[in-house]
C-alpha cells in the first residue's frame, strides 16, 4: 500500500466533507494549510494503530471537524514571546504548584505572581484541577471531568483569568493531560457501569481469567493499594484494569472512539489557555497481552499521533513527556514528533544516589549514555517533584561498575528512610512491594539533603553540609542544559509534613509526606537570611538570577568532564568562545583535582560566577568541602 497516496486521497475526501462554515475565511485557510501539512503525519501513526477497524474513516472525520470546532473557540491572551524555540533559553525556570496548597484556589493564586516573578519563574506546572472524586483523588490524578475546574478551586474562567495574568507577566502555564485513565466517576465511567457496551468499550472490562493473565507480565505500581493491575466490579462481574488506584479506571485506546474522545479533551484543556501539556503516565497507555504493557511501539504511534493533532490544532503547545521508566524508554519519548520536553528522572535519581555514596561515577555513566537527545528536544530538569524517587537507572551500568542493581537499590532506599546509621536524610517508604522488596522514597528536598535532621540534632556542622548538599543540587541543576524545574516550597526549605498521617484520604499515601500547605510562617521563615530556610531561599534566587543574566547557560555545547577524582562532578558548556565549566564536589572532604583547569576554560583565570571571586587556575587544585563552582573566564 502506498501510505502518503492513501492519506492524500483520505484527506481530499474528508475536506469534501467537513463542515468550516462556522470559521472566518482566514481561520480556514490557516486551517486548511495545516491539515495539508501534517494530515500525513497523523496518518501515519493512526493507520498502525486503527488500519484494521472498518470505521476509521468515521471516526477520522469526527477527528477533524472537532479540531474544526475548537477553532470557532476563543482562547486565553497569549503568550507575548512567540520564538517557536522558547524552551531552549537560559530565561526559562520553572515551579510546580498545587493552587491550593501554594494559594487557596485559582482567584487567590493570581495574587502569587509576584511571588513567581521575584524567584524568576516564568513557567509553572498547575498540578491537576479538574473535577475529581471527593476524598482520595489521587492528588487530582484522578479525573471525573476534564472540560470543569474542580468546584474547590474555582471557576473555567477563573482559570482562563489565571492563564492571562500569567502570560501577561511572561510565564507559561502548563497542565496535565491525564490521559491513560480517567477516574471512576467519570461520564464514560459511569455509563460504563450502568452497562453500556460502547462505553465499557472505552476501558478494559475483562473476565478473570484474561486479568490473570495480564497480571503474570504487567508490573504492580501501586502495590500496597492492591496487588495486581486489575479491580473487580462485582456488580458486574468483570474486572476493569487500574494501573494506579482502584478508582483510577484506563482507557482502552485500542478503541480509535476513545483516541478521538480524548483528543476532544485534549482541546478543551488547551481552551485553558496553556502552554505546555504534561503528558502523565504516558507508559502505561498501549496494552498488548504478554507484555510489560509498557513502553511498546504502539504507545509511542499513539503519542504521535496526539502530537500529529496538536500540531493541527494549536501548534504553539508542546508536550512534556512524564516517563519514570528505564532511562532508554525515557527517550525513546523524546523527539519533534513526539514529546518536545520530558523530565529527567535518570539525573534527578542519581543526584540523590551520587550524594547518599558520595561517588559519581553512576552518575556520570548512566548520563554518558542518556543524556543527549534530539535537537530541539529539551530536558526538564528536577531534584524532587510532588511524586516519590524511584531508583531507575540501567543495570548493565551499574554491572560494568560492580555494584548490584538489587543490593543497591535497597540500601539507597535504607540511606533515604532513616534506616541507614550515619545518614543524613530523613525520607519515608513509597510503595513498598510486599513481594519483591522494592519500594520508592518520598521527603521534600531539604529533608532528604540532611536539614531537617541536623536542625533535630542542633549540630551546625550537619547544618552546614545539609545547605551545601542543597546548593550542591540545585547548582547542578540549574547548570544542565534544559529547563530547570523546582517543587513547591523547595525554594522555601520546607521540611517534611505529617499532617497527611491525620487525615484518612490520605494516610495511605506518603507522598503527601511533601505536600504541604504552604503557610504565611513558610515564607516567612524564609525571607529571614538567618534560618536555614532563608538561606535555602537565597541560595536558589541568587542561582536563578545568574542562569538568567549569562547566555552561556543557553549554550548547546555540553560535555562531562572528568577530574579525576570519583567525588566529583563537572560538566563543560561552551557557545563560540564563552565557556561555563561547572564542577560539584558532592563529599563532606576536600577533594584534590589532577587536570589543570586553564585548559578546560582557555585562560589563565577564571571567575566564579557563584562568587564572583576570581581564582588563578594554574594554583588552583583543591575543591572544598560539598563545593560548587561556576567557572567562566575571568
Ligand atoms: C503520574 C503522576 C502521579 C500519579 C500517576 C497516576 O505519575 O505524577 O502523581 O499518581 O501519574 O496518574
Ligand atoms: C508514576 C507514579 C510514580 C511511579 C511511576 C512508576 O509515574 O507517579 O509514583 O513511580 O509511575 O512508573
New binding site residues.
Given amino acids: 500500500m502506498d501510505i502518503t497516496f492513501e492519506a492524500q486521497k483520505t484527506l481530499q475526501r474528508l475536506l469534501a466533507e467537513l463542515d468550516f462554515s462556522q470559521l472566518t475565511p482566514q481561520k480556514k485557510s490557516i486551517l486548511i494549510q495545516r491539515l495539508t501539512n501534517g494530515f500525513q503525519a497523523l496518518f501515519n501513526q493512526l493507520f498502525p494503530l486503527y488500519g484494521q477497524r472498518f470505521d476509521l474513516y468515521y471516526h477520522l472525520k469526527v477527528l477533524l471537524q472537532s479540531v474544526i470546532d475548537f477553532h470557532k473557540k476563543k482562547c486565553p491572551a497569549q503568550i507575548k514571546d512567540k520564538s517557536a524555540l522558547w524552551f531552549e533559553s537560559n530565561q526559562n525556570v520553572g515551579i510546580a504548584v498545587y493552587v491550593d496548597l501554594l494559594a487557596d484556589d485559582l482567584v487567590s493564586l493570581i495574587e502569587k505572581i509576584p511571588y513567581f516573578e521575584a524567584l524568576g519563574i516564568n513557567y509553572v506546572h498547575l498540578m491537576p484541577l479538574y473535577l475529581s472524586p471527593e476524598g482520595n483523588s489521587?492528588?487530582g490524578?484522578a479525573i471525573s471531568d476534564y472540560r470543569t475546574v474542580s468546584p474547590k478551586l474555582g471557576t473555567n474562567k477563573d482559570l482562563k483569568d489565571l492563564a492571562s495574568a500569567l502570560h501577561k507577566k511572561g510565564i507559561r502555564m502548563v497542565l496535565d493531560f491525564?490521559f491513560n485513565?480517567t477516574s471512576d466517576e467519570h461520564r464514560w465511567a459511569q455509563a460504563a457501569k450502568a452497562g453500556d457496551q460502547e462505553y465499557q468499550d472505552y476501558y478494559y472490562f475483562i473476565d478473570e481469567q484474561d486479568a490473570m493473565e495480564y497480571n503474570q507480565t504487567v508490573r504492580e505500581i501501586f502495590p500496597q493499594i492492591r496487588r495486581g493491575s486489575f479491580t473487580y466490579l462485582p456488580e458486574l462481574d468483570r474486572h476493569v484494569w487500574t494501573t494506579?488506584n482502584s478508582f483510577?479506571w484506563d482507557l482502552n485506546y485500542s478503541n480509535p472512539a476513545v483516541f478521538v474522545a480524548v483528543v476532544e479533551e485534549m482541546l478543551h484543556l488547551i481552551l485553558n489557555g496553556c502552554d505546555v501539556l504534561r503528558l502523565?503516565?504516558l507508559a502505561f497507555v498501549w496494552k498488548e497481552k504478554g507484555t510489560v504493557c509498557e513502553n511498546l511501539p504502539k504507545a509511542h504511534n499513539l503519542i504521535k499521533a496526539f502530537k500529529a493533532c496538536l500540531d493541527i490544532a494549536a501548534p504553539h503547545v508542546v508536550f512534556k513527556s512524564?516517563a519514570?521508566v528505564h532511562p532508554d524508554d525515557v527517550n525513546k519519548y523524546i523527539a519533534t514528533d513526539e514529546c518536545t520536553l520530558s523530565y529527567n528522572p535518570l539525573m534527578m535519581a542519581l543526584l540523590w544516589e551520587s550524594l547518599a555514596t558520595r561517588q559519581t561515577n553512576l552518575l556520570y555513566q548512566s548520563l554518558e549514555r542518556s543524556f543527549q537527545i534530539p535537537e530541539h528536544t529539551t530536558w526538564v530538569n528536577y531534584l524532587r517533584c510532588?511524586?516519590d524517587i524511584g531508583w531507575l537507572w540501567d543495570d548493565t551500568i551499574s554491572d560494568r561498575l560492580g555494584i548490584d542493581g538489587i543490593g543497591h537499590r535497597h540500601f539507597l532506599n535504607q540511606f533515604y528512610t532513616g534506616q541507614f546509621a550515619g545518614s543524613f536524610a530523613a525520607g519515608v517508604p513509597f510503595q513498598e512491594n510486599p513481594v519483591n522488596g522494592d519500594c520508592r522514597v518520598c521527603g521534600t528536598l531539604a529533608s532528604l539533603a540532611g536539614v531537617e535532621n541536623a536542625i533535630a540534632a542542633d549540630d551546625p556542622l550537619l547544618l552546614d553540609h545539609a545547605i551545601k548538599r542543597i546548593r550542591v543540587l540545585n547548582g547542578i541543576n540549574f547548570a544542565m542544559p534544559g529547563i530547570p524545574l523546582l517543587y513547591q516550597g523547595d525554594d522555601l526549605g520546607v521540611l517534611n509534613n505529617n499532617d497527611y498521617l491525620k487525615d484518612p484520604t490520605k494516610v495511605d499515601d506518603s507522598r503527601w509526606v511533601h505536600r504541604k500547605k504552604l503557610t504565611k510562617a513558610d515564607f516567612t521563615l524564609a525571607e529571614d537570611i538567618n534560618t536555614p530556610q532563608g538561606k535555602i531561599a537565597q541560595l536558589i534566587r541568587e542561582m536563578i538570577q545568574i542562569r538568567k543574566a549569562n547566555d552561556i547557560f543557553a549554550a548547546k555545547s555540553f560535555e562531562l568532564i572528568s577530574l579525576g577524582s570519583e567525588h566529583l562532578f563537572a560538566f563543560k558548556r561552551q557557545s563560540g568562545d564563552n565557556v561555563l565549566l561547572v564542577i560539584a564536589n558532592i563529599s563532606e572532604h576536600h577533594v584534590p583535582i589532577t587536570p589543570t583547569l586553564d585548559g578546560l576554560i582557555g585562560n589563565k583565570t577564571a571567575m566564579n560566577l557563584l562568587n564572583n571571586e576570581r581564582i588563578d587556575l594554574s594554583s588552583f587544585s583543591l575543591i572544598e568541602p560539598l563545593d560548587l563552582l561556576w567557572l567562566t573566564k575571568a
Avoid: N, P, S
Wanted: glycine residues 8%; negative net charge.
Fill in positions: 489521587d492528588g490524578y491525564v485513565h494506579f483510577q502523565d503516565a512524564e519514570i510532588h511524586d
